[in-house]
């Protein structure tokens, strides 16, 4: 069968990471007989240098001609200067609402052969951790009103938090599905800060609504500046994490390093009618170490593996992936950042080549 996918290489460690996923797909191609034909297309600073712009129409259009997008990172130092609706970031961003893809799902696992990449104490992570921060991600504050105005003090600027009811709904709906279909503890812990924000009265009100819908799942409530803690103290009374989009963002990286570095947390950006998800690492462009063949491409193979099993429903084809990821940690390889102090590592070519080798029908 052929499967269209195009692919984003961004900026930064972007197109590293993006062509080691790209070589486990072709093989993943030839070991399933299927085609998965990839378009590349720009986004980010690399379309602003060409283009002039983050997201050219040309990319929206090719990625919604597809089955599904993966996507590097995007954003550097180089265009940090440009005004906010011209940075590469506003280009993820715009794609991400153009497709409406408001489900996003970033699944924390700690590997067993990464227990000692994880920096909190061993009983802490006794039995591995399996968490899902499922993040709203086309509303609140990264798309409210925003701006600049005189004030009475001086020039001053704001960003609006904004949630409608609708939103809250079918993002709440996604997270109680996921928890009834993951088959763990079956428990959603909406995370929010309805103490003091007004749309998280609101987010919390639709959340129990919602909730009536899931008598076979629990609903715990819980402030993110305590989710924030609690992810350190206990993260194993974690199973489904439903949360706003910036609090999601923040969370999403803690969680990350629990499970030993951001450099293996994937992730699948998901609409509900129609269009194509956007899969990507949770990390960004790490310019700090860009073109030094040390990043870790894992978390954009893994994101390979939620598209076989979203977009395309190959659960086989997902799960030889992550079998080859687990066999290649188990038999010790490591990138710098998943590595112990003094640990002998392996570059960003070289890990894709072991887990492509460690690819088996
Ligand atoms: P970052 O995630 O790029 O890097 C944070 C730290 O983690 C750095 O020290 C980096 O070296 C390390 N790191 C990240 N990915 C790694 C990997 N695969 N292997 C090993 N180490 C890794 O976050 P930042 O430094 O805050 O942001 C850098 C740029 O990336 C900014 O322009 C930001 O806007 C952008 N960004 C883009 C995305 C995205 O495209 N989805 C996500 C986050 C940040
Ligand atoms: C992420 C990133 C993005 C976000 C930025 C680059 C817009 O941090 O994907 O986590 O905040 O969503
Ligand atoms: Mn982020």
Known sequence: ?????????????????????????????????????????????????????PLPDQTIEIAKESDAVLLGAVGGPKWDGMPGHLRPEAGLLKLRKS?????????????????????????????????LVMRELTGGIYFGEKGRREGPNGPEAYDVECYSEMEV?????????????????????????NNV?????????????????????TLEHMFVDNAAMQLVRAPKQFDVILTSNIFGDILSDEASMVTGSIGMLPS???????????????????????????????????????????????????ATIDQAVK???????RTGDIAKPGERTIGTKEMGRRIIDALKR
């Open 327 to 333: 066999e290649v940690l188990e038999a010790g390889w």
């Open 169 to 193: 709904e079918r993002i709440a709906r996604a997270a109680f599905e996921a928890a009834r279909n993951r088959g763990r503890d079956k428990k959603v812990t909406s995370v929010d800060k």
């Open 197 to 217: 924000l007004e749309s998280s009265r609101l987010w919390r009100e639709v959340v129990i609504r919602v909730a009536a819908e899931y008598p076979d799942i």
């Open 99 to 131: 497709l409406n893809l408001y489900a996003n799902l970033r699944p924390a696992i700690l590997y067993d052969a990464l227990k000692e990449a994880c920096p909190l104490r061993a009983d802490l992570v006794e039995g591995g951790l399996d968490i």
């Open 1 to 53: 069968m052929k499967y269209k996918i195009a692919v984003i290489p961004g900026d930064g460690i972007g197109p590293e990471i993006t062509t080691q996923a790209e070589l486990v797909l072709a093989r993943l191609g030839e070991l399933f007989g299927h085609e998965f034909a990839t378009t590349h297309v720009l986004a980010g600073g690399a379309a602003i240098d060409v283009f002039g712009e």
């Open 268 to 318: 699948a950006s998901l609409s509900s009618a129609g269009m194509p998800g956007v899969y990507e690492p949770i990390h960004g462009s790490a310019p700090d170490i860009a073109g030094k063949d040390v990043a870790n491409p894992i978390a954009t193979i893994l994101s390979l593996s939620m598209m076989m099993r979203h977009a395309f429903g190959l659960e086989s084809e997902a």
